[in-house]
């Protein structure tokens, strides 16, 4: 199911092109070649026809093509999903973040300081912003990106953003509910019926997604409820900040409500982990994702989630930046996959299919993420000869080079 897809033109290459001579070709088609989930293939090459994939096969049977990109027996993968990212906002916060490095906890009161700048910045700032934010991405593998509104909290500024990041995705999120702005700070209710009223109706139309940050501090459980509920009668898909800065409902509402994703995750019970798995089903296609933002860990200097936990209980995992200015300054998901192994006792393997498949469940699309006929040809060439260096070699740019809609970048 696409909830809220709006109608894109897609550009695409004309003409055929081989991705020829590939050492390791990570499919992410399960049950095809070797690697498990993997579905890594040997040997192989890649042809892209009208912006997909047409074929998939040993390097010695290629078709011809009208171009040919030769990989020269380095690894290959789908184009990485990063299903959780803020890119519309103006301004940065380092000083915070020097504060939290100098032993400052995070509370997430800095949100309002980047909700004051976005809202003084014309549009064609914030539009130069996600701009420079996607690019970045797209350099380092990134395909896919979803991008959340949630820095203007009124119903003009949440209009606009969402305005503006439709210019660069289809998945985009309605964060209306990310805090309660300092004029509604003594009457959340009102902020509540606010969210589901006017601001819903202006910023639905941009959106297909709608998240709600439930914690202590932001959005309590039956104003999340209540939001969300409001969101998907609109037509939006369900996500849900849940469980980042403690344990609390979050993660159980969401599958309530049968997110596509609970997002962050850092603080679960044994019967959160139990509601998740309970989702889970064989293609992963209607399961509520946990996505593990390891980028806010690091950035704030707080324990990471325990992924080994969620894998082995059988719920699937997906791997994002959450890119934005406060928790999580990066758009690299290979610095987040170098994490995720490191810091979440994941293999490399489950990191890179979180990062690509997972991210693709997180956004129910089966479209990305996998490299099989009719999925788009949105793929990476590493500097290198398998995925394992992509958590081997932390901190390396190993993005030799992007092809996304089949069309070098
Ligand atoms: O996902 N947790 C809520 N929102 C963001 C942080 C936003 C900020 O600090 O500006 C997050 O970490
Ligand atoms: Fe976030």
Request: with cysteine.
């Amino acid at each position: 199911m696409r909830p809220g897809d709006p109608a894109r033109p897609t550009v695409r290459s004309s003409g055929s092109l081989l991705v020829d001579n590939i050492g390791e070709l990570v499919t992410n088609a399960f049950g095809e070649g070797v690697g498990g989930p993997l579905g890594i293939h040997r040997d192989a090459a890649l042809l892209v026809e009208d912006g997909l994939v047409a074929w998939v096969g040993p390097a010695r049977g290629a078709p011809a093509a009208d171009r040919r990109v030769d990989a020269a027996g380095a690894a290959v993968l789908p184009g990485f999903v990063d299903s959780h990212a803020h890119l519309v906002f103006a301004g940065d916060r380092a000083a915070e973040f020097a504060a939290r490095m100098a032993g400052e906890p995070y509370t997430g009161g800095g949100i309002r300081t980047t909700v004051g700048a976005t809202r003084a910045a014309p549009d064609s700032e914030l539009r130069r912003n996600v701009r420079r934010l996607r690019d970045e991405a797209l350099r380092q593998g990134t395909t896919t990106i979803e991008i959340k509104s949630g820095y203007g909290l009124t119903v003009a500024d949440e209009a606009r953003s969402l305005r503006i990041a439709a210019e660069f995705s289809e998945d985009t999120t309605f964060l209306g509910a990310h805090v309660v702005p300092a004029e509604y700070a003594d009457r959340p209710d009102d902020y509540v019926g606010m969210v589901c009223g006017p601001m819903l109706a202006a910023a639905a139309p941009y959106a297909r997604w709608i998240d709600v940050f439930c914690e202590r501090g932001a959005f309590d459980v039956d104003h999340a409820r209540a939001i969300l509920a409001c969101g998907q009668a609109a037509g939006l898909g369900v996500r849900v900040h849940a469980n980042q800065l403690g344990p609390g409902p979050g993660v159980q509402l969401g599958v309530e409500l049968g997110a596509a994703s609970v997002d962050h995750c850092t603080h679960l019970s044994d019967a959160d982990i139990d509601a998740l798995a309970a989702t889970s089903t064989g293609d992963g296609a209607t399961s509520t994702v946990a996505t593990l933002l390891p980028g806010a860990e690091f950035s704030t200097r707080s324990p990471y989630p325990d992924a080994r936990r969620l894998v082995d209980a059988g719920v699937t995992v997906a791997l994002a930046t959450d890119c934005n200015p406060g928790s999580s300054y990066t758009s690299s998901m290979p610095f987040c996959i170098a994490l995720a192994v490191r810091e979440m006792r994941m293999t490399p393997a489950e990191a890179v299919w979180a990062a690509t498949a997972g991210g693709a469940l997180a956004l129910r699309r089966d479209d990305v993420g996998v490299l099989r006929p009719g999925a788009r040809a949105d793929l990476i060439v590493l500097d290198a000869p398998t995925h394992l260096h992509l958590a081997y070699r932390p901190g390396v740019p190993l993005i030799r080079q992007v092809l996304h809609n089949g069309v070098p970048q």
